[in-house]
């Protein structure tokens, strides 16, 4: 949710220390969060610009969770270290004053020394929006994937239960994915329609490189009947990236929540994006915290 004007009219000073600051992207011009060689264009490349300015010094942005290009978020999370005070105004306004429209800051706060935006956080949450329709959008194309096959999206949120729980999701990584294990704990999964949209929402304690698109992929090769509810499962305990080699388009995937201990200090708020925030009922909006703690049976 947007700052509030109490917020923007306070006196407290922030500053002198760890910072965390909330925001939003539109990936579609982007290279992906993480810095580029010089030409390409990266969220983060864009927004250490603009805090180095208001901060007057150069800073290092340690982010919740690298989106790769064409992917968004509704509500992202970094930390920087600032030796300047600024007012909660200052920051936010003259950030955004400094970026370009495609990133927009919404709260800025001081965090403990001990925060960090990664390491901190106990959950993501993303969601992933299809436009299902037999004509492609015009307007809406790089916000959301779209197919022309009809999704069946009960029969893919019966699929998608196979998924929740403690698993070794090697079947549903990238080819290059770093992370030194494929185990992930996945909180909830669930798809829903929405008139022509099918929109699946996910969370886990962290994900893999490709994670999501690869799931979203899948689920649609369910919805659409070219395989059985029982495959999410099979390929799921068969580890092998080849069974499911199918990923999902990045415009439809967007960073919706990213979930921290409490006492944090950093704000919840209704997972976006905003736009979509009525589709879902207060029960389908509630934030979920802490990790499920089901083991798969092999």
Known sequence: MPPTFNEFNQDVLIGEGRIALLFEYDGADFHGWQMQKTGVRSVQGELQKAVAKVADHEVDLVCAGRTDAGVHASSQIVHFHASVKRSFRSWVMGINTALPFDIGVRWVGQV????????SAVSRRYRYVIFNHPVRPGILRNQVAWTFRPLDADRMHRAAQALVGEHDFTSFRAAGCQSKTPNRNVHFVSVSRHRD?????????????????????????????????????EILKERDRRRADITAPPQGLYLVNVTYPEGSGIPEEAPGPEFMQPWFTPDQQALVRGPVFRKAKD
């Not at 929402?201 to 899948?218: K, S, Y």
């Open 112 to 119: 403990h020394d001990d925060f960090h935006a990664r390491f």
């Open 197 to 233: 949209f099918v929109v699946i929402d996910i969370q886990a304690n962290a994900f893999l490189h490709h994670m999501v698109r690869n799931i979203a992929g899948a689920l649609m090769a369910v919805g659409n009947g070219k395989q059985p509810e029982s495959w999410i499962h």
